[in-house]
């Protein structure tokens, strides 16, 4: 089960967080792994090298996802080095949480330039240049399943997500390529724990019958089942990875 050998995987925004984490479990079941990174090399750098030095392969390649030239850089250098990509994992994004009326314009576009411009370039690419039965996993949020004040904007983005994934589905599955989301609850990351205090984790822990908030390989375990050939006859998909929070 969900072996990847000889898979080779394009993972953006994977120098840390549920990025990194997936660039490694996929590296464990046997993918060669493309580790995109926007500006945190030295942080993208280690991921390889861990990669490595547990004996996969594995690269890091520069792109912000925003802008339609670095990902068409970041694709061709990424066939250019492995020969091809199977998979494309939708990792990269940013969450800024205001209430609608504080959301600046300046908050606004930064969501959507990232969060959705960014899956629509990576798709786009993905038409001509991802392999004849690939697969692609795309990131939501389980957010969008409730009503939290503060996340209007970054939910309008993932609600985007979905639609996008659903659509493309129906666009490039004459190629034999099935596309799904994934859609975590809270999940402790540094970029998520940063901040909050242990009282909010602890009520947002509450949220699901475990009591806990996920760990990155909670998700990245999913991640690598959907890229694997175990998972081809889901597509269209989302699936919640919350532990029963929504």
Known sequence: MNNLSNK????????????????????EAGAKVIVNFS????????????????????????????????????FDQSIA???????????AGIMITKTIQETTDEDFDRHFSI?????????????????DNGSIINFSTSVNRLMLPGYGTYVATKSAVEQLTRVFSKEIGHRGINVNSVSPGPTATALFLNGKPQETIDRL???????????????????????????KWINAQNIGV?????
């Open 81 to 91: 080095h492995f020969g091809r990509i199977d998979v494309l994992v939708n990792n």
């Open 205 to 231: 822990a509450s949220l699901n019958p475990f009591g806990r908030i996920a760990e990155t390989d909670d998700i990245a375990n999913v991640v690598v089942f959907l890229a694997s050939d175990e998972a």
């Open 242 to 246: 919350n532990g029963g929070m929504a």
């Open 115 to 131: 969060n959705v411009k960014g899956v629509f370039n990576t798709l786009r690419e993905a038409a001509t240049k991802l392999a």
């Open 39 to 74: 500006g945190s090399k030295a942080d993208a750098d280690n991921v390889v090298e861990e990669i490595k030095t547990n004996g996969g392969e594995a690269i890091a390649v520069q792109a912000d996802v925003s802008k339609s030239e670095d990902v068409k850089s970041l």
């Open 8 to 27: 080779v995987v394009l993972v953006t925004g994977a120098s840390k967080g549920i990025g990194a984490e997936v660039a490694k479990k996929l590296a």
